[in-house]
């Protein structure tokens, strides 16, 4: 997986409680990622970051927080989870935006009662 | 809402077989394709990209062909082995969306040995 890990692999909460999701990658790369996949939809970007503390909104960015204070780390926050928010999430790294492949993590299972 | 249950488009081939797997891509204007590959619990993962500039493009087995006159993109892999099962995604990007992904659903490719 390219040196990406995610934490946690499997986490299981309930409606109304905040879940913070780490993604962390050792290959230096500028653009961090992170997407939901459901039955159904594929692959939608949740939030992006180009840089340290740069980050900019995807296509299914409500309820969705993220912060990039080194670049090394992406964090994604559900401030307050809903079942609408089970679902795998998947982190991915780039080198540059759009012409270079991504490379993704093992993924995350969020499972919100 | 969600599709739950939606069944992906599946293709299913003998081993050995040529396995030929479509996509139609959205935007006329996108001159960066990719193919990934997702097995069943892991991140989706690169199998070979192509720009607009080129029709065809050969990796190890498989082979991509763009024409760009239909928005058409294809996978071709060639003696189709039991580790070729997954589902593959195709992904497009292009200058008009800020360099984003836009991902096709998938398909699903069993190999029957």
């Known amino acids: 997986d390219a040196g990406i890990t995610q934490s946690p692999r499997h986490k299981v909460t309930e409606t109304g409680t905040p879940v913070t999701l780490r993604c962390h990658q050792t290959?230096?790369?500028?653009?961090m990622y992170w997407y939901r996949q459901d039955p159904g939809h594929g692959l939608r970007l949740i939030h992006y970051?180009?840089?340290?503390?740069?980050?900019d909104k995807g296509e299914v960015s409500d309820g969705y927080s993220v912060s990039r204070s080194k670049t090394e780390d992406f964090l994604l926050t559900l401030e307050s989870a809903t079942s609408s928010q089970t679902s795998v999430y998947f982190c991915?790294?780039?080198?540059?935006?759009?012409?270079?492949?991504?490379?993704f993590g093992p993924g995350t299972r969020l499972t919100v009662l | 809402g969600e599709s739950v249950g939606l069944h992906l488009p599946t293709l299913s081939v003998q081993e050995g077989d040529n396995s030929i797997i479509n996509c139609a891509y959205s935007?006329?204007?996108?001159?960066?394709f990719i193919w990934y590959k997702q097995e069943s619990g892991k991140g989706p993962q690169f199998i070979i990209d192509i720009r607009s500039n080129m029709d065809k493009r050969q990796g190890q087995r498989v082979t991509v062909l763009l024409n760009k006159t239909v928005k058409h993109l294809s996978l071709q892999i060639a003696a189709t082995q039991p580790g070729d099962s997954a589902v593959y995604f195709c992904?497009?990007?292009?200058?008009?969306?800020?360099?984003?992904?836009?991902w096709g659903l998938g398909t699903s490719l069993a190999v029957n040995p």
């Open positions: 992904a497009e990007t292009g200058p008009g969306n800020n360099r984003k992904l836009i």
């Open positions: 935007n006329s204007a996108s001159d960066y």
């Open positions: 970051s180009y840089g340290v503390k740069d980050t």
């Open positions: 991915a790294i780039s080198e540059i935006a759009g012409l270079d492949t991504q490379y």
């Open positions: 290959e230096n790369h500028r653009y």
